[in-house]
């Protein structure tokens, strides 16, 4: 029971992350265990006597601290305080160890409130947070959305923990810890209240469930309970199921994307859920807390847990059963009962919200990653299971992306109308559709301001070609007010995917510009990209791709020095330059290609540099330049 309790709490998604982040929340959770702990030592101390205060003003200084980390703390610490002396009144030296207990509260409570009245000139606590929209009403969405969002909800992330609020009630009923389960009720439920009553529960830009982290550890007890108190053989398999649900979801965000799956914005789905599974909407699927109405939140919430109460009646019905007495048996029986509850429950929330629940497009973009990305593949062509060449492949496949919902860009005309991110290196189609286009539509391959084609649309809507030499970071469709009111959809067809042994490089390109009749596509963030030319860095060495729009020898480069004396060095393939150049000296430069080729893997290198802002009076450049290479047509 003790290992379980421990387990449920410390391999949670939110105690792991919000172990080392800052804020205060980690280190909040730690100071309120020591007042849990307060109580179960008076609970002790009364039967055996003991008379010490040392320990009681240790007890007293950590909750004094609790207040100082952030201000809804306070309601922890005061309920825990009254607890405590509650307890004391039954202990021998009762007085003394309460004096000792009140002294660092009393000394801190009054710094605390000179703190408020020296910083915001009134003694309110709640003077930082005056402009934080509060109510009653919004405690149930949020109370909801704190335990059961896909996004931030703490059971969502760790459903174990389900287990750990059981036990809170299951010791509220037994005389044995009736009073020690009714004291963390007293202390869990203001604290939950008083942290949905205002509309951010989430916590802002934070791991899953901030607000409940306070409260993680002192649920280690609870879940204890609840597992001692688990008398059929099907209760214990959940609850190990539970567990093992949780650290997986734990090790995912730990492990996947250097943890950023873990921190997710308000208006969308959890990033994990993609990850888990690309070509289904696990997303859509899921209870979320934003979209649009509290009652489809409430209705998926009710839809998943009445799906898990069906599975785990099911598995209480055949625990008896002579084919499920061994533990493989029952742990077999067990994955498979809420396998299929969790397929139930995800099918009908799709169909509740007319969702058809494939992620067509993302399955689409995975499969030509897999083509640009292995020199042997099989394909076949379903349901005759006819084999096709995996050359054929990317004509067949008609893309055609969501309207994008992702703010962002130079202002409302220049938001992202589609993004498809991560594509391989190749040649695709673009087809806008609209009866009636109208407006600004620019196309490229960043967020960036700069577009690889862009063009005003004139009653109809011509295809956009594109060829990409390298993996591109993403395609984004941007367009102006009236370029998105009559562009209706997008169909995107790779014409061609450059095999794996004929790529210049593996690396995926962040940005690109074209320079006339050349592209330039930057791999790394060591260049500066201007509408003219672009700079490298100085001291830095600097790898960008050069593609024509025609076949040709050369490429031909404009290369400039900064105001100071620089070595420089550039490199594609077996070419090779290698000058001091003094400052200000330009030099005319021609980059070969392949017979019949239109693209080089150029390497820049700069050993020097300046600051705008140190050699031009009022300028308010402070980049460190090296060489300026301006693309000649």
Known sequence: AAWFGWAAVTLSTSAVFHSFTVYPDGAGGVLALTGVWALVRAGRDAGNGDERIGPWFLHGAALALLPWLHTRFALIAGGLGALILLRLGTNRNAAGKAVAFLLPPAVSAICWIGF???????????????????????????????????????LAYAPVLAFALWGLFRMAATRLHRRLGLELLFILVPYLLAVTHFAMWWGGTSAPARFAVPMLPMLAIPAAVSWETMRRRSARATAVAALGGTVFATAALVFVGGGRMAYNVRQGYALWLEW???????????????????????????VWAAAFAVAAA???????ARSLRSRGAMAAATMALYGVAVMAAVTVCWRLAGVHGATETAAQLAALRRIGAEPRLLALELPALRRVRPDDVPRRLRIEPERSTTLGGAGQNDRPLYQLPLLPAGRYRLEPRGLHASGWLMVGIGREQFSLTSGPLDGSVPPVDLEFPVDVRAIV??????ARRSIEGLTVTALSIVPPDARLTSEVARRAVRYGETTAFFLDDRSFAEPEAFWVGGGRTSAVVLQAAQPRSAIALLVRNGPVQNGVALASGAWKVEAVMAAGEERRLEVPLQPGGTAALLTIAASSGFRPSEVSPGSLDSRFLGLWVKPLN
């Open 314 to 320: 099911a598995l209480r019905a055949l625990e008896q």
């Open 276 to 302: 888990l599974s690309p070509a289904a909407e696990l997303a859509r699927g899921l209870p979320a807390w934003w979209r649009g109405s509290e009652m489809l939140f409430y209705r998926d919430i009710l």
């Open 477 to 482: 469709v941007r367009g102006d007010e009236q």
């Open 116 to 154: 408020f009245i020296a910083v915001y000139g009134t003694p309110d606590p709640s003077a930082p947070y005056a402009n934080e929209e509060g109510s009653i009403a919004f405690i149930p969405g949020g109370l909801a959305g704190l335990l059961f969002d896909q996004r931030f909800g703490l």
